[in-house]
């Protein structure tokens, strides 16, 4: 089972408005187009003037994926999220994410379903012995699959897509982040289009990045 990526905001006309802010540092706003945002924000982006990309905002929601995942992406401090609380939830009958790598192995899945219905069973119990839920969640496993919202301005996109996309990234965040990537790259292709996407690899890469 994979990780469910859908886009439930972003700023309207996104990128007109940073061609906008973008101009109004060079005093240009009169030599706007109605189809001049594609090479001016081409430029920006090429030149290193990332800020104004400051100004435009979107926002995802992240279903079925682990608390592994959800541990790493809220590390990019420059985004707000969201996220199910383990706390107030009820978690006795958690879903989980099983990596590819123990899926193929038997052993290996011999061993993490087995550990994976202790700890289900260990939160039952510590719940009849009148454990709240937010100390109950001690056992609970990273495999947990949990919730998030997050949303980001696009230079902090632009980032997590430089760094999570790699090939070098975990397997999971980099399946999210190429899917918001593919998103984006509809969305506000001006932006993203520098993203090359190699679907053999699922990895992508910008040659404007600095």
Same mark, same amino acid.
């Given at each position: 089972?994979?990780? #469910?990526? &859908?886009?439930? *905001?972003?700023?309207?006309?996104? %990128?007109? !408005?940073? =061609?906008?802010?973008?101009?109004?540092c060079?005093?240009?706003?009169?030599?706007?187009?109605?189809?001049?945002?594609?090479d001016?924000?081409?430029?920006?982006?090429?030149?290193?003037?990332?800020?104004?990309?400051?100004?435009?905002?979107?926002?995802?929601?992240?279903?079925?994926?682990?608390r592994?995942?959800?541990?790493?992406?809220?590390?990019?401090?420059?985004?707000?999220?969201?996220?199910?609380?383990?706390?107030?939830?009820?978690?006795?009958?958690?879903?989980?994410?099983?990596?590819?790598?123990? #899926?193929? &192995?038997?052993? *290996?899945?011999?061993?993490?379903? %087995?550990? !994976?219905? =202790?700890?289900?069973?260990?939160?039952?119990?510590?719940?009849?012995?009148?454990?709240s839920?937010?100390?109950?969640?001690?056992?609970?496993?990273?495999?947990?699959?949990?919730?998030?919202?997050?949303?980001?301005?696009?230079?902090?996109?632009?980032?997590?897509?430089c760094?999570?996309?790699?090939?070098?990234?975990?397997?999971?965040?980099?399946?999210v982040?190429?899917?918001?990537?593919?998103?984006?790259?509809?969305?506000?292709?001006?932006?993203f289009?520098?993203?090359?996407?190699?679907?053999?690899?699922?990895?992508?890469?910008?040659?404007?990045?600095?």
């Amino acid at each position: 089972m994979h990780a #469910r990526v &859908e886009l439930i *905001a972003i700023t309207p006309d996104a %990128e007109k !408005l940073i =061609e906008t802010a973008g101009r109004t540092c060079y005093d240009s706003t009169p030599k706007a187009k109605p189809n001049s945002a594609r090479d001016f924000i081409a430029n920006i982006i090429r030149n290193g003037h990332h800020s104004v990309l400051e100004h435009a905002c979107a926002t995802f929601r992240i279903t079925e994926a682990s608390r592994s995942f959800t541990h790493q992406l809220v590390r990019h401090r420059l985004c707000a999220f969201s996220q199910r609380s383990q706390r107030y939830v009820d978690e006795k009958s958690f879903a989980f994410v099983e990596p590819e790598s123990i #899926r193929q &192995e038997p052993e *290996a899945r011999r061993l993490f379903g %087995e550990f !994976l219905n =202790e700890a289900k069973d260990a939160y039952g119990r510590l719940q009849e012995l009148g454990i709240s839920n937010e100390d109950a969640r001690f056992v609970l496993p990273n495999a947990v699959q949990s919730e998030i919202v997050i949303s980001a301005n696009f230079r902090q996109l632009r980032h997590i897509f430089c760094v999570r996309c790699d090939r070098h990234a975990q397997w999971e965040i980099r399946e999210v982040a190429l899917q918001m990537l593919r998103i984006m790259k509809k969305e506000a292709p001006s932006v993203f289009r520098d993203f090359e996407i190699n679907e053999e690899t699922a990895t992508a890469h910008t040659p404007f990045w600095s």
